[in-house]
């Protein structure tokens, strides 16, 4: 009876977890940024981005139900926002990136309305087609979007307050790791809120869950907008550490890259997100490596992780569909019932 | 109104190719319920193929023939070999498979062909006709894409409404278990529908190469515009598939006209929202989809 | 040996057994009724003997060959027809679509379409119409023909009469006997309306819950009155 109770949630237990987490991460990434040289601090900058954007899309995909290919586009709307607003404007760093929040979610509202019509296959093609053309708009106005090369901004200048030397690379890494300690504590805590819930009802049964009381349209709008801004912060992080926002960065390869990682990861999972965005980051890395033991020539490892990504897709839809996370949660279930056998099912 | 004109007869010839990958998609989607996103891939990899043919060869025509055989054999493989594992099941699952095998054909293509755009020739001149004086923009490899489509909508017209095979395809992506019930291989008519698939799709890939080079990302633009063009006809129509392949082409040919030729793929994009929202089964399906 | 032969055949859906051990046999010519309360297991009986669903036990023989197991459509290729639950007419072909669907697989030896019509005059008054069109009679009449187009040993009919209005269910109920006699088929009927099964058939066979509790002449289970009562609701 107890272990029963133990699992009804409380209402303020997910916020002081999620808070609990947040700090526990945040010392974490702050005591490893201390060791790390120029380049890792780097790839965790890069890392923490896609978690960013990431954390979203997989509660859009695998929470909601709702597929999208778009989510570069919608990173490149946050990045050139950022790069408009700090390059041109000299707007400061933290409002420059809540405006590229602000003005994805706005994008993502008019996404998302147009979203909730849709399904499956349909709901695919329309982010895919967005996912394509957006970027092409840089193309057209290259006088405010700087076309082809894109813009540029000078790099964020760490506060005189920690010393003339602190290096620039773990600075970009601590802004781009408390963006994504925010997208942390916010996901996570809404995954286990009365409003994830709700995206669960939506996603296993649209009918019942309006025979509940919601209004699907409106939850699944929600979801999406959210996932959007995650995205638009991910795409303004990414600006500042690239310290470039340019169309290449945001061609469909990107879209397709980041489902791979959340469909790796585990959807729905934000501890899924962590794991999609570690392969994203290290990935390139481990094949150039392989690539360079192998003597193979450029043409070959300059396309092993994008073949990479698409072996993943493919294997995990057929064999393993619940990802790194879900095959660690069968892991972390079975040790459990060894050390606790009959105690009942597993845990969630 | 010259520029109309010629913009109309472009609109018209790239319309064809257009509406090429939305019968492959349509097939597709007829024979098994999904959508395959991989068509723009697969088609791809054939006319690389072609192109490899030409170039030991010399002969355009055995190229253009390898391709056609490439992509039967592609399609049946395709479905056989992968997509029979998800047929059937919640739609998300084929989509995010289809996707895979996406950016797994352009890797290898990388890998084996390299990622700069190549060249591709033509099936006939592309110089336009001369009438009464003007060069109108509409050649006799136009005239050929054309035809391509007549003969290619047509055939399947043939097959599908006047043979046993096309019954038996019908009936099989109708009623695949009823089909089964009446001695009907459902499993073969579904291969045959994608090889059927594929064979299209290696034709627009031929046909649209010249124009936009051959390389693993050139024809991703494509694949959408096709896929906007089956929406826009009904993903269940052969004939909405050219019509709002051919519609689309003029659509997109007036907007790079008159706009720029940037804006084209959110045009598209544009065209596609407002059919999903406006009217989701397309011009000419007769299926009753509660949503889509 | 029967045409049909069903022995000891069992069905499981996970821990649910819908079906527990049934044996029965069908003799060519003749009606047999499987009759029942909703849930007793007779459509889970028919779909696995025309090989839609598997069995966990059991043997099912059509003359003589073993069947359960092989594939749905070379089961139909082996002389048996099933005729489902909701007629199973493709809405989106035509009438004469759906029937030459039913004997393409025969070719040449298929029945010709001509036959169909005499059969059921209706039929030949829309047969360019979409099978959508076609009333509830219409298309069991529709389904019924397509089974015979390709000269079936063996025809499971489940629920014929379901949605129809008493007279024309009637007609079909008559229909079918003439042709069980006529074709020599062996007929294995799934029925709710037990009295007007068991006023065509020649046997019949009670369900329930999966197991057989009655297996006698037609005339014997309509006269025994508790019988009756108990499971089959007159």
């Given at each position: 009876m107890s272990a029963l109770a133990a699992r009804i949630p409380r209402p303020h237990s997910s916020l002081v977890r999620s808070l609990g987490l947040v700090v526990l991460a945040g010392a974490v990434l702050l005591i490893a940024s201390e060791a790390l040289g120029a380049y890792d601090e780097l790839q965790l900058a890069n890392g923490a981005y896609?978690?960013?954007?990431?954390?979203?899309?997989?509660?859009?995909?695998?929470?909601?139900?709702?597929?999208?290919?778009?989510?570069?586009?919608?990173?490149?709307?946050?990045?050139?926002?950022?790069?408009?607003?700090?390059?041109?404007?000299?707007?400061?760093?933290?409002?420059?990136?809540?405006?590229?929040?602000?003005?994805?979610?706005?994008?993502?509202?008019?996404?998302?309305?147009?979203?909730?019509?849709?399904?499956?296959?349909?709901?695919?093609?329309?982010?895919?087609?967005?996912?394509?053309?957006?970027?092409?708009?840089?193309?057209?106005?290259?006088?405010?979007?700087?076309?082809?090369?894109?813009?540029?901004?000078?790099?964020?200048?760490?506060?005189?307050?920690?010393?003339?030397?602190?290096?620039?690379?773990?600075?970009?890494?601590?802004?781009?790791?408390?963006?994504?300690?925010?997208?942390?504590?916010?996901?996570?805590?809404?995954?286990?809120?009365?409003?994830?819930?709700?995206?669960?009802?939506?996603?296993?049964?649209?009918?019942?869950?309006?025979?509940?009381?919601?209004?699907?349209?409106?939850?699944?709008?929600?979801?999406?907008?959210?996932?959007?801004?995650?995205?638009?912060?991910?795409?303004?992080?990414?600006?500042?550490?690239?310290?470039?926002?340019?169309?290449?960065?945001?061609?469909?390869?990107?879209?397709?890259?980041?489902?791979?990682?959340?469909?790796?990861?585990?959807?729905g999972s934000i501890l899924g997100a962590v794991w999609g965005a570690a392969v994203l980051v290290l990935l390139p890395g481990w094949t150039n490596d392989i690539a360079h033991s192998f003597s193979l020539s450029t043409q070959v490892s300059a396309n092993l992780p994008l073949a990479i990504y698409g072996l993943v897709l493919i294997l995990a839809m057929l064999v393993w569909p619940s990802g790194i996370q879900g095959a660690v949660r069968v892991a972390v279930s079975r040790i459990r019932e060894r050390h606790a056998p009959g105690a009942g099912e597993s845990s969630p | 109104m010259t520029r109309f004109i010629d913009l109309t007869l472009n609109g018209i010839s790239t319309g064809a190719i257009y509406a090429l990958v939305a019968l492959a998609l349509v097939l597709t989607w007829r024979a098994t319920r999904i959508v395959n996103f991989a068509q723009g891939g697969m088609l791809m990899i054939t006319t690389f193929i072609a192109s490899s043919t030409i170039a030991s060869s010399g002969s355009y025509w055995l190229g253009f023939a390898v391709a056609l055989v490439c992509g039967l054999v592609l399609?049946?493989?395709?479905?056989?070999?992968?997509?029979?594992?998800?047929?059937?099941?919640?739609?998300?699952?084929?989509?995010?498979?289809?996707?895979?095998?996406?950016?797994?054909?352009?890797?290898?293509?990388?890998?084996?062909?390299?990622?700069?755009?190549?060249?591709?020739?033509?099936?006939?001149?592309?110089?336009?006709?001369?009438?009464?004086?003007?060069?109108?923009?509409?050649?006799?490899?136009?005239?050929?894409?054309?035809?391509?489509?007549?003969?290619?909508?047509?055939?399947?017209?043939?097959?599908?409404?006047?043979?046993?095979?096309?019954?038996?395809?019908?009936?099989?992506?109708?009623?695949?278990e009823v089909a089964r019930m009446l001695g009907v291989r459902v499993g073969r008519m579904f291969t045959l529908g994608w090889a059927l698939a594929a064979l299209v799709g290696s034709l627009a890939g031929l046909l649209v190469a010249?124009?936009?080079?051959?390389?693993?990302?050139?024809?991703?633009?494509?694949?959408?515009?096709?896929?906007?063009?089956?929406?826009?006809?009904?993903?269940?129509?052969?004939?909405?598939?050219?019509?709002?392949?051919?519609?689309?082409?003029?659509?997109?040919?007036?907007?790079?006209?008159?706009?720029?030729?940037?804006?084209?793929?959110?045009?598209?994009?544009?065209?596609?929202?407002?059919?999903?929202?406006?009217?989701?089964?397309?011009?000419?399906?007769?299926?009753?989809?509660?949503?889509? | 040996m029967a045409l049909l032969e069903i022995e000891r055949l069992t069905i499981d859906y996970g821990p649910v057994r819908a079906v527990d051990g049934v044996t029965l046999a069908v003799e060519e010519g003749s009606v047999t009724a499987v009759l029942g309360a909703n849930g007793a297991g007779k459509t889970s009986l028919l779909r696995t003997i025309s090989g839609l669903e598997r069995a966990s036990g059991g043997r099912v023989q059509l003359d003589g060959q073993d069947i359960l197991g092989v594939a749905v459509e070379d089961i139909a290729r082996h002389g048996l027809a099933h005729v489902p639950e909701g007629r199973g007419v493709i809405a989106e072909l035509s009438t004469e679509e759906n029937l030459r669907l039913g004997g393409l697989w025969r070719g040449a030896g298929a029945a010709p379409l001509s036959d169909m019509y005499e059969l059921f005059p209706?039929?030949?008054?829309?047969?360019?119409?979409?099978?959508?069109?076609?009333?509830?009679?219409?298309?069991?009449?529709?389904?019924?023909?397509?089974?015979?187009?390709?000269?079936?040993?063996?025809?499971?009919?489940?629920?014929?009469?379901?949605?129809?209005?008493?007279?024309?269910?009637?007609?079909?109920?008559?229909?079918?006997?003439?042709?069980?006699?006529?074709?020599?088929?062996?007929?294995?009927?799934?029925?709710?309306?037990?009295?007007?099964?068991?006023?065509?058939?020649?046997?019949?066979?009670?369900?329930?819950?999966g197991r057989v509790v009655a297996d006698d002449a037609a005339q014997a289970l309509a006269a025994d009155e508790g019988l009756r009562q108990a499971y089959l609701g007159f």
């Open positions: 896609y978690f960013a954007v990431l954390a979203g899309l997989t509660v859009l995909i695998g929470l909601s139900g709702q597929i999208s290919l778009g989510h570069g586009a919608l990173m490149a709307v946050g990045a050139y926002t950022v790069a408009l607003l700090i390059g041109d404007e000299r707007w400061a760093l933290v409002p420059a990136l809540l405006a590229a929040v602000v003005v994805t979610t706005l994008v993502g509202v008019l996404v998302g309305a147009a979203a909730t019509r849709l399904r499956g296959p349909y709901l695919a093609g329309a982010t895919l087609a967005f996912a394509v053309g957006l970027p092409a708009l840089a193309d057209k106005y290259t006088s405010l979007l700087g076309g082809e090369n894109g813009l540029v901004i000078n790099p964020p200048t760490p506060p005189s307050g920690l010393g003339a030397n602190f290096p620039l690379e773990r600075w970009e890494a601590w802004i781009a790791c408390a963006g994504a300690l925010v997208v942390l504590f916010t996901m996570n805590n809404l995954v286990h809120s009365g409003v994830g819930r709700s995206f669960r009802a939506v996603r296993d049964d649209e009918i019942a869950a309006s025979l509940c009381g919601l209004h699907v349209g409106r939850v699944q709008t929600v979801a999406f907008v959210v996932s959007a801004a995650c995205a638009g912060l991910g795409g303004g992080l990414l600006a500042v550490v690239l310290q470039l926002a340019s169309p290449g960065a945001f061609a469909l390869q990107l879209s397709l890259s980041l489902l791979t990682a959340v469909v790796l990861g585990g959807l | 399609g049946a493989v395709v479905e056989r070999g992968l997509m029979r594992r998800v047929e059937g099941g919640p739609p998300l699952n084929a989509v995010i498979v289809a996707l895979g095998l996406l950016i797994l054909l352009q890797a290898l293509a990388g890998m084996i062909w390299g990622n700069t755009p190549r060249s591709f020739p033509p099936a006939f001149s592309i110089r336009g006709y001369d009438v009464g004086g003007t060069r109108v923009l509409f050649s006799p490899n136009n005239t050929f894409t054309v035809l391509v489509v007549v003969v290619v909508a047509a055939g399947l017209a043939v097959l599908f409404r006047g043979t046993a095979l096309g019954l038996k395809m019908r009936a099989a992506a109708f009623q695949p010249p124009e936009v080079f051959v390389g693993p990302n050139q024809f991703d633009p494509i694949l959408i515009f096709g896929f906007t063009a089956a929406v826009l006809g009904g993903l269940d129509s052969p004939v909405g598939a050219v019509v709002g392949g051919v519609v689309l082409g003029l659509a997109l040919s007036y907007v790079s006209g008159y706009e720029g030729s940037s804006l084209v793929t959110l045009a598209a994009l544009v065209i596609l929202i407002a059919v999903l929202m406006i009217r989701p089964r397309g011009l000419f399906s007769s299926v009753q989809e509660r949503r889509v | 209706p039929l030949r008054e829309r047969r360019t119409q979409l099978a959508a069109s076609l009333s509830g009679g219409e298309r069991q009449m529709l389904s019924i023909g397509r089974a015979l187009m390709a000269r079936p040993r063996v025809l499971l009919l489940d629920e014929p009469s379901l949605g129809l209005a008493p007279l024309v269910s009637a007609q079909i109920m008559q229909l079918i006997s003439s042709l069980a006699t006529a074709r020599k088929l062996a007929v294995l009927l799934v029925e709710q309306n037990a009295r007007s099964a068991l006023s065509i058939a020649d046997r019949g066979v009670v369900l329930n819950l």
